[in-house]
């Protein structure tokens, strides 16, 4: 129904037939919209009372530029002779409300039901679906670029499919908005990574409904091999159907097997009544019949499947369903286009249909592009099993999440031991509801192993971390991105404690794992870089480190922009990498982008403007004193070049860059200005505190981060804490 839609969302061509016939509002965009619409209420009162209070009119857009606690104020000094109760109808009515006298928003989800009578007048009709179509327009035009903006602030960083569906469900966000979403990202360069995720997540959706019509219709006896067949179609080149001698020989070996099954029986039916043996011989004809295709309505169509063929049907699958073009003959020009991995691909393909493979090395690409000839990558033994995927809602325990809250608020206010103790007491409770696996029990852990490590219990840090990665792996699996956001953190822990050859096997670990999940071109695999290349330094490796301190750099500038900070770090660690190798001007002319950036984002006086400027006088001394020695040796008065004697970066040295690269920074705070601090807070009252600690929930994200502790007012809270205890 195009009536009433805006200008708007008929220019993006909605409404839109979707397959499927339940689509309803989440409950989390409900809430969004509910909020908003709670945001508009004290608007509009407070615009209609500035109004009346002022006699003359006022702007439309007044109420749009009002702040809200501004309009909360204005809205609580309302008095009788405010004409209160025209203003509250007033405000009622322009947002929708069901009662006249009191915010009431209520959603009809009958109203487009074509066989439901209403007993309601035309007018609330009317109401109920401006409601609904007022609440479809704030989910596109404006929750799906709140999510976008979020990508590229990086709050929100998906690495597969699944964190994908978390985020957008996280904004009530229906999965059938993913061609819009895709549309968006085309706008955004340094999104290019997660328009590959959205990509390759419409590709094994639609290939996932395709699959179950295509299963449904296969015989049971051949079941693996339709299933293999269907993966040769989908990941390789298939031109030609199944041979028949194939079939031939899979129907031969079922008969055989059906054979000396019936043998079987009627020899350990020899001493039973001649009743039962009939009985017997009645229910064989049964089975036979019932493994027969055509009384099981089965056919063998699967077997004149073809890649071409497939990817027709995937190609309508995803522009019915998502309104996205593949505009792909094959599985080579898909690659060729979006730059996605075949595995990545066969991952998320087999955890949405529950398909089980043997554990071994496949080889995509063998086919022959030339000749377009058949590759059967896929075989019938490669199919270990299927499992069927369903949804569920595990139980919530709220005493747990109070606690786990209420110790990220003390962590967020620098009280970190008091926040241990809170989240320790979450992690009993979760032990008690959900047994001692599950993956909110692994995210306390975490965060339990993050407070010992800043509280310098290296050790102890270590030991919850690999508790940590020991659940993650049992629970979430071994290919899992959060498995692989485990490693990095024990990474860091295990070379805290000395043990810098495991932290590089778990960086390594953790790669490979993203590779898995989604490719190289990821930030993730920016994050696991840097710190590889400083771990490598820290034993001498300087030319692997270089390599992938250079990797990070590229991919730091693809994502966060040629003069963010993230890229003047990598500058900076790739010329303390070429310094050690000795090549004293690419260190400078990596040192001096990171001074400009340092010094355009921050000042002259910052300190790590400062910090930059000094190792740039540095290098350039040693770059001088090298040139020197090179003139010496073309002059002749020296027979070769005498070595530099080029410090290698201490232990402690190495530790301070990984925290910085993983987010975490110490502000050391001297005791006289520690003084004055305790002073300050002193002074402040209670209900000040209160007012601060609401601003600053205000101003967190819905989900705290439980990862990263980078505030830098947060860790000197936390030193100070330290100091008192």
């Known amino acids: 129904d195009v009536e009433h839609l805006s200008p708007s969302m008929k220019q993006l061509d909605y409404p839109k037939t979707y397959k499927h016939r339940l689509c309803c509002l989440r409950q989390e965009l409900i809430d969004a919209f509910i909020e908003q619409k709670y945001v508009d209420f004290y608007r509009s009162i407070a615009l209609n009372l500035s109004k009346l209070r002022s006699n003359e009119s006022t702007p439309n857009d007044t109420a749009e530029r009002t702040n809200v606690e501004e309009a909360k104020r204005i809205v609580n000094e309302i008095s009788v002779e405010d004409n209160s109760r025209e203003i509250i109808q007033s405000a009622c ?92 990202l085309t706008q955004q360069p340094s999104l290019i990574y997660l328009y590959e995720i959205v990509v390759t997540e419409i590709l094994c959706r639609s290939a996932k ?69 009939n009985n017997k011989k009645k229910n064989k004809k049964q089975q ?53 991995r075949r595995t990545c691909i066969l991952r998320s393909f087999c955890l949405k249909t529950g398909l089980q493979l043997a554990m071994r090395e496949y080889q995509f690409e063998s086919t022959n592009k030339s000749s377009r000839t058949n590759t059967e990558c896929f075989t019938e033994d490669d199919v270990v099993n299927m499992y069927p995927v369903i949804k569920q809602v595990p139980p919530k325990p709220s005493d747990a999440y109070q606690f786990f809250t209420s110790g990220q608020q003390k962590i967020q206010q620098g009280l970190l031991r008091e926040g241990f103790e809170l989240i320790s007491e979450a992690h009993n409770l979760l032990n008690n509801v959900y047994g001692p696996l599950h993956p909110e029990i692994s995210m306390c852990l975490r965060l339990l192993a993050r407070l010992n490590y800043i509280m310098g219990d290296y050790q102890e840090a270590l030991f919850t971390q690999h508790k940590a990665v020991m659940m993650s792996e049992r629970v979430l699996g071994v290919d899992h991105p959060q498995t692989a956001t485990e490693y990095i953190h024990m990474a860091l822990y295990s070379f805290a404690n000395g043990l810098s050859i495991n932290a590089s096997k778990l960086l390594c670990r953790a790669r490979y794992i993203i590779l898995t999940c989604c490719g190289e071109n990821h930030p993730q695999i920016s994050l696991i870089d840097s710190n590889l290349g400083l771990i490598l330094q820290s034993y001498g490796d300087y030319e692997n480190a270089l390599k992938f301190m250079e990797k990070s750099l590229e991919l730091n500038k693809t994502f966060y922009g040629t003069k963010s900070l993230k890229v003047a770090l990598s500058h900076h660690l790739c010329a303390r990498i070429q310094s050690c190798r000795g090549d004293f001007r690419s260190a400078l002319n990596s040192e001096r982008e990171a001074y400009q950036i340092y010094r355009a984002q921050l000042g002259d006086e910052h300190e790590r403007t400062r910090e930059s400027a000094q190792v740039l006088k540095h290098l350039t001394e040693q770059a001088v004193v090298l040139q020197k020695r090179i003139n010496d040796v073309v002059k002749g008065q020296l027979l070769v070049i005498p070595s530099l004697t080029i410090q290698q970066p201490s232990f402690q040295n190495v530790l301070e860059m990984l925290n910085v690269v993983n987010g975490i920074l110490f502000i050391q705070i001297r005791e006289k200005d520690l003084d004055l601090l305790r002073e300050e807070m002193a002074k402040q009252s209670t209900d000040d505190r209160q007012q601060q600690l609401q601003q600053l929930q205000l101003q967190q994200p819905s989900t705290p981060s439980v990862t990263t502790i980078s505030d830098a007012a947060e860790q000197a809270a936390a030193l100070m804490n330290n100091e008192v205890d």
């Open 209 to 277: 409904h395709v699959f179950r019509t295509y299963s449904q219709s296969v015989p049971i006896h051949l079941l693996s091999f339709s299933i293999s067949h269907f993966l040769n179609c989908f990941l390789t080149l298939i031109s030609s159907p199944v041979t028949d001698y194939t079939f031939d020989e899979l129907s031969s070996s079922t008969s055989t097997s059906t054979t000396n099954t019936s043998n079987t029986s009627l020899s350990n039916s020899t001493n039973t009544t001649l009743q039962k043996t």
């Open 288 to 340: 036979q019949r019932k493994h027969s295709p055509i009384m099981r309505n089965e056919s063998l169509e699967f077997s004149s499947l073809t890649s071409k063929l497939l990817w027709t049907q995937l190609t309508n699958e995803a522009k019915s369903r998502f309104s996205f073009d593949l505009t792909c003959d094959d599985i080579e020009s898909f690659v060729d286009k979006y730059s996605v």
């Open 93 to 184: 009515r322009s947002i929708g409300s069901v009662k006249d006298n009191e915010f009431d928003v209520r959603f009809n989800p009958d109203v487009f039901q074509p066989h439901v009578t209403l007993n309601q007048t035309p007018a609330e009709t009317a109401a109920d679906i401006k409601l609904l179509k007022e609440a479809s327009e704030y989910l596109v035009l404006k929750q799906i670029p709140l999510m976008i903006q979020d990508f590229q602030d990086h709050s929100s960083v998906p690495v597969d499919g699944e964190g994908l569906s978390e985020a957008m469900h996280s904004r009530g966000i229906n999965i059938r908005y993913l061609g819009r979403v895709a549309h968006l």
